[in-house]
């Protein structure tokens, strides 16, 4: 489906990637110019919080409002060792981990209502009084809609995180027949707590997988699209934290491998996606070297061994160098994953679901 299909039957539309180390953004409107819509690269709500924590100086806080990205946790957990109270709303300190029990472990106290001198911090990934004010201050009209992606390891007390958000791919891959714009929510699975809470936030309007925008950021733009629909390619985001990679052939994904970033050198990934490639990348490796795993389908010959690479995300560079390529979806790499939601919500608008 070309890309222009996804700018012409909606009205305008406030799209994010919440990221742990920026939020990327692009207001949509239909009509104009993708070069002239509005788009912002901001500190991620999570290093927001950070800062807000540092600047506490040991002060007393209450943390209150929904679960969000845990990108504040090693400011969290200094301001405890310095020797700084903090106590938490069970919703937001979730956003600290599935068991509140471990929580609690760590010298938070979990309560309902604010102690006596404490100095509250909201949690939110999507505060519209922030985003209300920054439309106003620019002079532009408030969205009909706001769509917005972010990473969901799911909650899974009692289990491993990295197992329980690869479920999300096999789900992909197994029933879903590998269609990335099946990971477009409208309703929200059960275990993806932060997905659900991020919704809310907008006040509707479709969330997805920050992986999930990644893969269709890069079927956005039309060459590659009809690439894929020609030959099998892969398709690496490499974000702050996790990277992910998906094998595609035909706009439907046949493998997925996602790791984190910082656990792997550029020699190491090129060895795990030559093997990737061949169908031949284990899910226990990948989980051994602290990963989340990697899933394949039998691989079709006719996709010609996915050769042809495209690399996203602000870690790029980890790649530089090599024989792949750096497509910038939209004219700017950073909004990748916005372009991506684009691509999709005309995708599962056109299949009616």
Same mark, same amino acid.
């Given at each position: 489906?070309? #890309?222009?299909?996804?700018?012409?039957?909606?009205? !305008?539309?406030?799209?994010?990637?919440?990221?742990?180390?920026?939020?990327?953004?692009?207001?949509?409107?239909?009509?104009?110019?993708?070069?002239?819509?509005?788009?912002?690269?901001?500190?991620?709500?999570?290093?927001?919080?950070? #800062?807000?924590?540092?600047?506490?100086?040991?002060?007393?806080?209450?943390?209150?409002?929904? =679960?969000?990205?845990?990108?504040?946790?090693?400011?969290?957990?200094?301001?405890?060792?310095?020797?700084?109270?903090?106590?938490?709303?069970?919703?937001?300190?979730?956003?600290?981990?599935? %068991?509140?029990? &471990?929580?609690?472990?760590?010298?938070?106290?979990?309560?309902?209502?604010?102690?006596?001198?404490?100095?509250?911090?909201?949690?939110?990934?999507?505060?519209? %009084?922030?985003? =209300?004010?920054?439309?106003?201050?620019?002079?532009?009209?408030?969205?009909?809609?706001?769509?917005?992606?972010?990473?969901?390891?799911?909650?899974?007390?009692?289990?491993?995180?990295?197992?329980?958000?690869?479920?999300?791919?096999?789900?992909?891959?197994?029933?879903?027949?590998?269609?990335?714009?099946?990971?477009?929510?409208?309703?929200?699975?059960?275990?993806?707590?932060?997905?659900?809470?991020?919704?809310?936030?907008?006040?509707?309007?479709?969330?997805?997988?920050?992986? #999930?925008?990644?893969?269709?950021?890069?079927?956005?733009?039309?060459?590659?699209?009809?690439?894929?629909? %020609?030959?099998?390619?892969?398709?690496? =985001?490499?974000? =702050?934290?996790?990277?992910? #990679?998906?094998?595609?052939?035909?706009?439907?994904?046949?493998?997925?491998?996602?790791?984190?970033?910082?656990?792997?050198?550029?020699?190491?990934?090129?060895?795990?996606?030559?093997?990737?490639?061949?169908?031949?990348?284990?899910?226990?490796?990948?989980?051994?070297?602290?990963?989340?795993?990697?899933?394949?389908?039998?691989?079709?010959?006719?996709?010609?061994?996915?050769? !042809?690479?495209?690399?996203?995300? !602000?870690?790029?560079?980890?790649?530089?160098?090599?024989?792949?390529?750096? !497509?910038?979806?939209?004219? %700017?790499?950073?909004?990748?994953?916005?372009?991506?939601?684009?691509?999709? &919500?005309?995708?599962?608008?056109?299949?009616?679901?």
């Amino acid at each position: 489906m070309p #890309a222009s299909l996804s700018e012409t039957t909606f009205g !305008p539309t406030l799209i994010l990637d919440i990221g742990s180390g920026t939020q990327d953004v692009l207001y949509h409107f239909p009509g104009l110019e993708i070069e002239n819509c509005p788009k912002f690269v901001l500190p991620a709500p999570a290093r927001r919080v950070a #800062a807000r924590i540092a600047e506490a100086a040991g002060r007393p806080l209450w943390l209150h409002g929904r =679960n969000m990205g845990g990108g504040f946790f090693r400011a969290l957990k200094a301001h405890l060792e310095q020797g700084g109270k903090v106590a938490a709303e069970p919703g937001a300190a979730f956003s600290l981990g599935d %068991d509140l029990e &471990r929580v609690q472990a760590m010298g938070v106290e979990i309560r309902e209502d604010r102690p006596a001198g404490y100095e509250p911090l909201h949690l939110t990934d999507f505060d519209p %009084d922030f985003w =209300n004010a920054l439309l106003d201050l620019a002079g532009l009209p408030r969205p009909e809609s706001v769509m917005a992606c972010a990473q969901d390891h799911g909650f899974h007390p009692g289990a491993s995180n990295r197992l329980g958000r690869f479920k999300l791919w096999e789900r992909l891959l197994l029933g879903a027949q590998g269609r990335p714009e099946a990971l477009l929510y409208d309703v929200v699975p059960e275990e993806m707590t932060r997905l659900a809470e991020l919704q809310r936030s907008l006040g509707g309007g479709l969330v997805a997988d920050t992986g #999930a925008a990644a893969v269709l950021g890069a079927l956005y733009v039309d060459e590659i699209a009809a690439l894929s629909r %020609d030959r099998g390619i892969t398709v690496v =985001n490499l974000g =702050n934290s996790h990277l992910i #990679a998906f094998l595609v052939f035909q706009e439907r994904i046949w493998g997925v491998y996602e790791q984190h970033t910082g656990l792997v050198d550029a020699v190491k990934l090129r060895s795990d996606l030559d093997l990737f490639r061949r169908g031949e990348l284990a899910f226990e490796q990948v989980f051994e070297d602290r990963g989340h795993g990697c899933l394949t389908l039998d691989l079709p010959p006719e996709a010609q061994g996915f050769s !042809p690479t495209f690399v996203l995300g !602000p870690q790029r560079a980890l790649l530089k160098g090599g024989d792949v390529s750096f !497509p910038a979806p939209g004219g %700017d790499m950073m909004l990748a994953g916005c372009f991506g939601m684009l691509k999709g &919500r005309a995708l599962k608008s056109s299949m009616g679901s």
